[in-house]
């Protein structure tokens, strides 16, 4: 290529800044092609300008009167202000933390505030001398959680009865054993409208639920509790091993404990041994949590006897073991327990040991991989 000649390289930088620019150069504040924003209809209400609120006034000053609607003009549309509809308007989903308090115990440290199953079993894990115990004794590393209806039989024929008087009071029809299972899976004010199909007003509906509460406490102080068949000869067995038993019952602690001394179980659970309503539990989760505490023993080495598929998942979240009893509920909707069996005789102890067999060969668990050293 040719080299310009000697004249223009020397009088180009005597040449000036941008020579080249002809037209004007455009401000930085101006936009490159100008906007004209479209016309925009606005619709007045039929008594004229809103008057702004009271915040807005300053105080001395007289709102400025609204000017009156012509005929010829449209009717508003209800939603005139969006940003005033969606003042202090919070989102209505779950978020992490909140799932997470639920499946976890609160506590007064500021360093730690929740114990959720994975601190649990950290904390509660055995000692030196406590794993050369296990060693002799292997069965007593475990603990046996039972929740109220899979140790008294006929719990869900108080809450029937209690049910029924209330519907008879009123001219309701009567709920039956399918109604009462569906309600245990909600509040009483939801299973009013939803598993009942009573009323929809809240005013009946909040007094039905609290004439139940006054029939409930009167029916149970003469109602004939008993135990579930070979529930005694189950506990006997678990603490002839050495297994801790815990009983999460959803009533009071004097409640549960004139219950467990009528149908003769008070061998088998102190006052200590008892997570009932005064230990302040939010969930199902955190009931187990706390039976795991009581028992003091890991939540990956409890086991919970349930019947019915909440209790089932519950117990999963806190990595516990769960053996289902069949019953109110059909086999297919607690095939997610580990183990499921019709009544107590066909169970064993070693079964408490042989559920933890495969400990650390579980779903997403680090297994070990084996090399062969070939030469």
């Known amino acids: 290529m040719a080299q310009p000649p000697a004249t223009f390289v020397a009088q180009l930088p005597f040449l000036p800044r941008r020579a080249h620019r002809l037209t004007p150069r455009r401000p930085r504040s101006s936009p490159l092609f100008p906007v004209t924003a479209p016309p925009r209809a606005v619709f007045l209400p039929p008594e004229g300008v809103p008057s702004p609120p009271e915040d807005d006034v300053v105080k ?17 549309s209800p939603l005139t202000n969006l940003d005033r509809l969606l003042e202090n308007t919070e989102p209505q989903y779950t978020t992490w933390q909140q799932e997470r308090a639920r499946k976890a115990l609160s506590t007064f440290s500021y360093d730690r505030p929740l114990l959720g199953a994975d601190e649990l079993n950290e904390s509660l894990r055995p000692s030196h001398l406590q794993r050369h115990r296990h060693v002799l004794a292997p069965d007593e590393q475990f603990a046996a959680v039972f929740m109220w209806d899979t140790i008294v039989a006929n719990a869900r024929e108080l809450e029937r009865s209690a049910w029924i008087t209330v519907a008879t009071e009123n001219n309701l029809p009567e709920p039956d054993l399918d109604d009462i299972v569906r309600a245990e899976q909600m509040v009483p004010e939801a299973a009013v409208q939803r598993a009942f199909y009573w009323r929809s007003d809240w005013s009946d509906i909040k007094r039905f639920v609290f004439r139940k509460a006054e029939v409930f406490d009167t029916l149970r ?11 005694s000869e189950w506990l006997r067995s678990l603490t002839q091993y050495g297994i801790k038993c815990i009983l999460c019952s959803p009533h009071s602690r004097q409640f549960a404990l004139q219950v ?14 008892i997570v009932t309503s005064e230990d302040e539990f939010d969930s199902l989760e955190q009931m187990f949590l706390l ?27 806190v990595s516990a073991k769960v053996v289902a009893l069949l019953g109110v509920y059909a086999a297919y909707e607690v095939k997610t327990a580990d183990q499921t069996v019709a009544h107590y005789e066909d169970l064993v102890v070693y079964n408490i040991r042989r559920l933890f067999s495969e400990q650390g060969a579980e779903y997403l668990e680090p297994l070990t991989e084996v090399e062969v050293d070939r030469k």
């Open 221 to 231: 102080e003469a109602f004939d509790f008993h135990q579930r068949e070979g529930v």
């Open 291 to 317: 039976a795991a505490v009581k028992a003091q023993r890991p939540p990956s080495k409890c086991v919970v006897f349930t019947d019915r598929p909440t209790g089932v998942t519950a117990a999963h979240e």
């Open 260 to 273: 467990i001394e009528r149908i003769g179980l008070e061998p088998y659970f102190t006052s200590n041994d």
């Open 60 to 76: 001395g000053e007289t709102p400025p009167p609204a000017s009156p609607r012509s005929p010829s003009s449209p009717p508003q």
